[in-house]
């Protein structure tokens, strides 16, 4: 990490922030302490923006409802959902709804 990129503390409990880099070219922030994370940037200054901005957003999971009304599930019961912030979506192999942030944009959801 380059000495003009600086981290906030985790905006759930205080812990120091890291960079990890897993593939050339990308880097994402985690918390040495709680584990919280950002999703996967391109370069660190990205990744450094998405969890300084983390406290800064509030937003909520949106259940993703097609055009024909329904609401769709997979055979584990998990729906779609988008982040209101930013419309990142995630499912059906996760739970979202259970989620303190968007991965993407480090909103914090609200209850």
Not at 26 to 49: L, M, P, R, S
Not at 69 to 97: A, M, R
Request: glycine share 12%; with cysteine.
């Amino acid at each position: 990490m380059t000495d003009k990129i600086k981290l906030k503390p985790c905006p759930f409990c205080g812990g120091k922030a890291h960079v990890g880099s897993p593939y050339e070219n990308t880097a994402w922030v985690y918390c040495g302490n709680c584990g919280a994370d950002t999703a996967i940037h391109k370069g660190e200054q990205q990744a450094a923006d998405a969890w300084n901005r983390r406290a800064e957003r509030t937003g909520k999971w949106i259940d993703c409802i097609p055009k024909d009304g329904q609401v769709y599930f997979t055979p584990g019961g998990n729906g779609i959902y988008k982040c209101s912030e930013c419309g990142h979506q995630e499912g059906p192999n996760s739970i979202p709804v259970f989620w303190k942030y968007c991965p993407e944009c480090g909103a914090r959801m609200e209850d």
